[in-house]
């Protein structure tokens, strides 16, 4: 079994559930464009909803590629293990399956919230290719992306015309959303080229790949040994790369992730503590509650209460 046979994600359906559930009017914000290509102003939704919906605050995955631009505010949200700040002219990529929070928002933030399935994209570019052509896609991406005045006068056109193709309803037209986010891509580019040519040194790219590597093998994979050899390097140099590059030893990332995948095993599944324990590598349920607890303050069940009482 996979993590991805028993940890449940928002797909498309479950993501226009989440937005009624919040104070959304469907037929407003929700096309038959929905399961393939979404678009909304930011400000709509903060003052549409009583932000920040419980699905927001804790950790979990959806089934599409998305982007958050700002054109006013401010933000902090997480992508797997890191949290990012950002402001205005900045852009937010988040690849599909990634786990992800929205911990702030500020009351004044402006601009759009995208989700978009890469079959959208691939029946003109081979997945491979696009791949090449946007690195922000990409799963290891760096997810920040500011642009500069001058683009922005370009980008936002750009966003209006897909939002307007979006709203038509029945007449949206897929060619069209598919050609303004290739320009959109194309013009974001040249940025995200500088803004991860900031950080990718070599200890920036092991460290990378290693919560690449947690990410795809935390189920199975609990010793840093194993992905040491996995990343073909040392455990000492592993973990003195991640020393560097995050402040934190390889182990205490190790023990984030698994966390993390606690956390959202206890809010999206009905598992039991003991069935958690099992899956996350704590054989015992004692050990794996003294775990939790040590991390959150919390036991594994009072958690579950807290962020989704109906399990």
Do not use: W
């Amino acid at each position: 079994m996979t993590k991805e046979d028993f940890i449940s994600t928002f797909n498309p359906s479950e993501l226009a559930s989440e937005l009624s559930r919040g104070g959304f009017q469907l037929p407003s914000f929700i096309t038959p464009a929905h399961h393939v290509f979404h678009i909304n102003r930011i400000e709509d939704y903060i003052h549409a909803v009583n932000f920040p919906l419980p699905s927001d605050l804790h950790p979990r995955r959806i089934t599409l590629y998305n982007f958050f631009f700002l054109t006013k505010g401010s933000s902090i949200r997480s992508k797997g293990l890191d949290k990012y700040q950002f402001g205005a002219n900045t852009f937010f990529f988040l690849p599909a399956y990634e786990i992800m929070t929205h911990e702030f928002i500020s009351e004044d933030a402006e601009g759009y919230y995208c989700h978009f399935s890469l079959d959208l994209l691939v029946s003109d570019y081979k997945l491979k290719d696009l791949l090449n052509d946007f690195p922000f896609l990409n799963f290891n991406c760096y997810p920040l992306v500011t642009i500069n005045d001058e683009s922005k006068e370009c980008i936002l056109p750009l966003l209006n015309r897909l939002e307007k193709e979006y709203k038509a309803g029945e007449q949206c037209r897929y060619e069209i959303l598919r050609a303004y986010l290739i320009a959109l891509f194309t013009e974001i580019k040249p940025f995200a080229t500088i803004s991860s040519s900031l950080s990718h040194n070599s200890a920036y790219q092991i460290t990378e790949q290693f919560k690449k590597a947690l990410s795809q093998h935390i189920y199975q994979k609990q010793k840093i040994t194993d992905y040491a050899e996995m990343l073909a390097v040392t455990p000492n140099h592993l973990n003195k790369c991640v020393k560097t590059v995050t402040g934190k030893s390889a182990h205490e990332l190790l023990s984030d992730m698994v966390l993390l995948e606690a956390k959202v095993l206890l809010k999206q599944t009905s598992l039991s503590v003991s069935e958690i324990a099992y899956q996350i590598g704590r054989s015992e349920v004692s050990d794996f509650a003294r775990f939790f607890k040590s991390k959150t303050g919390m036991k594994p069940g009072e958690y579950r209460k807290m962020v989704n009482p109906e399990i």
